[in-house]
């Protein structure tokens, strides 16, 4: 692929001061820009992470050792509930789509995003979303503590916080539907010309997809709250059986929205180790048009397995047959990627520069995640293993060294050509082995906790438990710890470095358009459309 | 490129740069759903704060789309932008039916496997036995604890049939409006455009007339159980749904009169038709699913 752009940014001098970043704070609060708003969108998610990794470390603190030490059983749910609500919402989905806004207009040649003012309104509402949130933490009765999963009845106990956790979720959907539909129409309308869509780049790929799947279930979930908040202020019975209703409809409900939900956090993850593995291997990636059609059927299955986080509620035999088998079957179209992405290392000359690390490791701990997934999608053998500590093992290792590592791959890979420096590779190094060593010491051993019996969400344990307890908490300060050479990193690299090149990397040669602009791209890219051929 | 090039290239994809409405709507929505928990948990001076949010909240809808309204008149929208409205609207539109799917999937599975199960249907034999034994597995129903009392329930071919015949004519009435805009005739176009949004408002008067009756003579409240929770959510979204979309229908009237849209270029009413036949879509729905069967 390549581009031939015939003036693009000599032009951005001679327009007027309508083109240039306001001043001040209105920049950031007025700005329709596509690179100001990503920006704001993985700064948000940065604060975010840390917030609810502080909470995931008093968790981890408590369950240090056995006894009840440091917090009361209330807070401690609490601190569950929103840890995990402020990373699926505030910390993994919004660094997607922070990615999404700075890359995928340049990976296009689109000008901007195709709707720049209802992507500042998706913006700021999300942080909307998290101060309704983060508001109920005060609340009297103490914030949500019922699960991030909000299950009926025990979360209809929560007290003043519970109008504000629902609506807090209903501002970040609308947040999400709105960033869905300005990712979907600037893919759909704004593509160079020539840009087919069998030459996208995988992580515009990726993100269309995943676009898609909020649309779908976003306002599902809306619907689920909604029932909640009848359910508890105004007499309805939707989830209450002595009124003819059922607890268990909400958990078909919210699993519609959750599965899909998982993979609106992995896909655009795949997109991102996609384009990685090939550039630090100097080839192309292996089987491009597999991956788009295996990213479809995945996102097309994820709506017909929803039930196998359910396998113990008590549904007819037929019902966990059917979701175990579409469930495994979603194994065929992941196991094309896991395969074509290491065929696209095959007989490559590769390099270990920090981005392609962080790709590897996800490569190998998202396999070890996908693993236990299957596991678990045996209906007899979950029931075993449901709601203890292998379940918290599994979501993590697809979450945390999945999800999580392809975002910090995907900052690796383009902060040089955000800010046109080169970071220090060095302490990026260091990040990257103290993350590794450290994610796997925090949750390889909630394995064997999961599998010896210790149940999720509860404070305190039996002392069997207690030596793996001590393993996994040592990993996660450790892990917390290491994540503040991160924000040190990308800081010192905003403000200043060696200059980054153009294609930054030796392998980025044609590997999308985001390389044909300067280093660090200009503050407008691509008004006049590149032409692809 | 010597020329200064002005805010809207003539040819080029109009992006907009700077605008503080959709930071106004984020804090208006904040302050708005902030003062609505407050409501619900029954804070003193909640409402102020709630109704303050709510008339920003309508401040910023006036005045953004004032703002599109403007640039769309003077021109600065190509066919791309054109598109990218029409996509993003049409997306819009999806995201609300699945908002509805999620009620109409409540409504199915409590009518078809947990109100049974209640009963005692399938492997549920012993939870009917030994937690609601005498319960009935009928639909309609409030449940084994007959929650909110007897009620009865409004048959389909009254008011809800006749409210179908209304919208279905609103339907109709725009598809008239719309084909007198593409041909220019604006007379007519003024009269079926103002036509839909009477019957839409008619529409809404007579569910209102419904619930009345519903509420004061046959005890089917929001409180009655499964029955009541599903019927007055399904039809009080879709009925909010008509409300907001019949005032944006007189919004587009009032553009009309004032002598906006060509017969070539007028997505505002397309979009808004869109919206129309959404809600007429979903009100079959109900009327099937809710009230007939
Ligand atoms: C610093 C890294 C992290 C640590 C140390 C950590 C730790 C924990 C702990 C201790 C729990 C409670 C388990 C229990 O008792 O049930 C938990 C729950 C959870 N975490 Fe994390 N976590 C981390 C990162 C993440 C990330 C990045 C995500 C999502 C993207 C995430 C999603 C969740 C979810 C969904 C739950 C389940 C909460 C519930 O039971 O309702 N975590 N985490
Ligand atoms: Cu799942």
């Not at chain 1, 919402?89 to 709707?115: H, K, R, S």
């Not at chain 1, 913006?123 to 909000?150: D, K, N, Q």
């Amino acid at each position: 692929m390549s581009a031939s752009q015939t003036h693009g940014h000599a032009a951005a001098h001679d327009h007027h001061d309508e083109h240039g970043p306001a001043k001040g704070i209105m920049r950031w609060l007025t700005t329709t820009n596509h690179k100001d708003i990503g920006t704001l969108y993985l700064v948000f998610s940065l604060i975010m992470f840390f917030t609810g990794g502080a909470m995931a470390l008093v968790i981890r603190a408590e369950l240090f050792m056995p006894g009840m030490q440091l917090v009361d059983p209330q807070f401690f749910n609490t601190m569950t509930t929103v840890h995990a609500l402020i990373m699926v919402f505030g910390a993994v989905m919004p660094a997607t789509v922070g990615l999404a806004n700075w890359m995928i207009p340049l990976q296009i040649g689109a000008p901007d995003m195709a709707l720049p003012r209802m992507n500042n309104f998706s913006f700021w509402l999300l942080v909307a979303a998290f101060s309704l949130l983060i508001l109920s933490l005060f609340m009297p009765g103490g914030g949500p503590a019922a699960g991030w999963t909000l299950y009926p009845p025990l979360v209809l106990q929560t007290g003043d916080a519970f109008p504000l956790a629902i609506f807090a979720i209903h501002l970040a959907g609308a947040s999400s539907i709105m960033g869905a539909i300005n990712i979907i129409v600037t893919i759909m309308n704004l593509r160079a010309p020539g840009m087919t869509l069998l030459k996208m780049p995988l992580f515009t790929w990726t993100w269309l997809i995943t676009a898609y799947l909020l649309i779908a279930v976003m306002p599902v979930f809306a619907g689920a709250v909604t029932m909640l908040l009848t359910d508890h202020f105004f007499g309805t019975t939707f989830f209450a059986a002595a009124g003819g209703g059922d607890p268990v409809l909400y958990q078909h409900i919210f699993w519609f929205f959750g599965h899909p939900e998982v993979y609106i956090m992995i896909l655009p993850a795949f997109g991102i180790v996609s384009e990685i593995i090939p550039t630090f291997s100097r080839k192309k990636l292996f089987g491009y048009d597999a991956m788009v059609y295996a990213t479809a059927s995945i996102a097309f299955l994820s709506f017909i397995v929803w039930a196998h986080h359910m396998f113990t509620v008590g549904m007819p035999l037929a019902g966990q047959m059917f979701f175990m088998l579409s469930t495994m079957l979603i194994a065929v179209p992941t196991g094309v990627k896991v395969f074509n992405w290491t065929a696209t290392m095959w007989k490559g000359s590769l390099t270990f520069e920090p981005p392609m690390l962080f790709a590897l490791a996800f490569l190998f701990l998202f396999t070890i995640g996908g693993f236990s997934g299957l596991m678990m999608a045996i209906a007899p053998a979950d029931f075993q293993y449901h709601d203890t500590y292998f379940v918290v093992a599994h979501f993590h290792y697809v979450l945390v060294p999945g999800a999580v590592f392809a975002i910090m791959a995907a900052v690796y890979y383009w902060l040089p050509k955000w800010t046109g420096h080169l970071y220090d590779m060095k302490l990026a190094n260091w990040h990257f082995w103290l993350s590794t060593i450290f994610v796997n010491l925090l949750f390889f051993p909630q394995h064997f906790l999961g599998l010896a019996g210790m149940p999720r969400r509860i404070p305190d344990y039996s002392t069997q438990f207690a030596d793996w307890n001590m393993v996994s908490s040592i990993g996660a300060f450790g892990f917390g710890l290491s994540q503040l050479l991160f924000v040190y990193i990308i800081v010192k690299c905003a403000r200043g470095g060696a200059k980054a090149s153009d294609h930054v990397w030796e392998g980025a040669y044609n590997h999308g358009l985001e390389w044909t602009v300067p280093s660090p791209a200009p503050y407008h890219t691509f008004e006049d459309a590149p032409v692809v051929k | 490129m010597a020329h200064a090039q002005t805010a809207h290239d003539a040819g080029k994809y109009y992006i907009p740069h700077g605008s503080k409405w959709p930071i106004v709507g984020a804090v208006s929505l904040f302050v708005m759903m902030l003062g609505a928990a407050a409501l619900l948990n029954g804070v003193n001076v909640a409402p102020f704060i709630f109704w303050a949010g709510f008339a920003s909240v309508l401040f910023m809808f006036y005045g953004w789309f004032g703002t599109v309204i403007g640039e769309s008149q003077a021109g600065m929208y190509n066919a791309g932008v054109d598109k990218s409205f029409r996509m993003g609207m049409m997306w819009f539109i999806f995201s609300e039916v699945m908002f509805f799917a999620a009620f109409f999937g409540a409504l199915y599975y409590a009518r078809n496997l947990s109100v049974p199960w209640l009963g005692g249907e399938g492997a549920k034999y012993l939870s009917n036995l030994f937690l609601w034994q005498d319960f009935e597995p009928t639909w309609p129903t409030n449940g084994p604890a007959a929650v909110g009392g007897a009620f009865e329930t409004i048959p389909a071919f009254g008011l809800p049939a006749i409210n179908t015949a209304i919208l279905l004519t609103s339907g109709v009435t725009i598809t008239i409006a719309h084909h007198a805009l593409q041909a220019g005739n604006r007379g007519l176009l003024k009269i079926f455009l103002g036509l839909t949004f009477l019957l839409g408002f008619f529409f809404v008067y007579l569910q209102a007339t419904e619930y009345a009756h519903a509420y004061h003579e046959l005890n089917l409240t929001l409180g009655s159980g499964i029955y009541g929770s599903t019927f007055f959510m399904l039809t009080g979204f879709h009925g909010l749904h008509v409300t907001i979309g019949a005032i944006m229908l007189v919004v587009i009237w009032l553009r009309v009169m004032k002598g906006h849209f060509t017969p070539k270029h007028h997505f505002a009413f397309e979009a808004v038709a869109w919206y129309w036949h959404f809600v007429d879509v979903v009100w079959l729905g109900l009327f099937i699913f809710v009230y007939w069967l």
